[in-house]
């Protein structure tokens, strides 16, 4: 599946206004550790590897750099084995000690309280971290990369109609990297992952 998202920072009201006749589905806590090498040879190419709640993912781009790019849009692979070839690794042993092999250590754990809606056809999740960060994601999930500007389209109009459309903001990693580990920032800055902000 393809993963079509946008987070926005919201005013006070915001919430209230975007799960008004929505369906609510749940209320979890996520631990996500995130992985990376010493000089972020894969955040620096915008491809995103964590382990959430124990099970690995990597997240790897479908359009440009971040930095030009109106919505975030991923193809997410939770394989072991896809996981290891899209990162062109050796795959004769398990994961975890072929990213360690490979000098991917872990560099983040963030723990992250959602509340998750269903409105028409967009999933909203509304985050709260424990760094004492919180962020809001509307997102869409197509199979085809061919819907892929469709999609965008639809939560950026979706946006509008929530008078979110001037308030895009940034993910979660990216805000604790911000705040925690100027240097990782500053390259993904200069790589175009991000845009930097005051």
């Not at 992985?35 to 972020?40: A, P, S």
């Not at 996981?83 to 360690?100: E, H, R, V, W």
């Not at 269903?118 to 971290?129: R, T, V």
């Amino acid at each position: 599946m393809i993963e079509i998202e946008k987070n926005f920072d919201l005013k006070n009201g915001d919430k209230e206004k975007l799960i008004a006749d929505a369906t609510f589905l749940r209320k979890i806590t996520l631990t996500d550790t995130y992985y990376d090498t010493k000089d972020f040879r894969l955040t620096t190419k915008d491809h995103w590897l964590r382990q959430r709640n124990g099970r690995f993912e990597l997240k790897t781009p479908i359009n440009s750099t971040a930095a030009d790019r109106i919505t975030d849009q991923y193809r997410e692979i939770e394989n072991d084995k896809e996981i290891i070839n899209a990162l062109s690794l050796p795959g004769d042993k398990p994961l975890i000690q072929t990213l360690s092999d490979a000098g991917i250590n872990p560099f983040v754990t963030i723990i992250t309280k959602r509340q998750s809606y269903k409105k028409g056809e967009f999933h909203l999740d509304f985050d709260e971290m424990d760094f004492g960060f919180s962020t809001f994601e509307a997102e869409l999930m197509i199979e085809n990369e061919s819907d892929s500007k469709t999609a965008s389209d639809r939560i950026m109009e979706f946006a509008k109609q929530h008078g979110l459309e001037g308030s895009a903001g940034d993910g979660k990693v990216i805000e604790y990297l911000k705040r925690n580990n100027p240097k990782h920032y500053e390259a993904l800055v200069s790589a175009k992952i991000t845009r930097e902000r005051a």
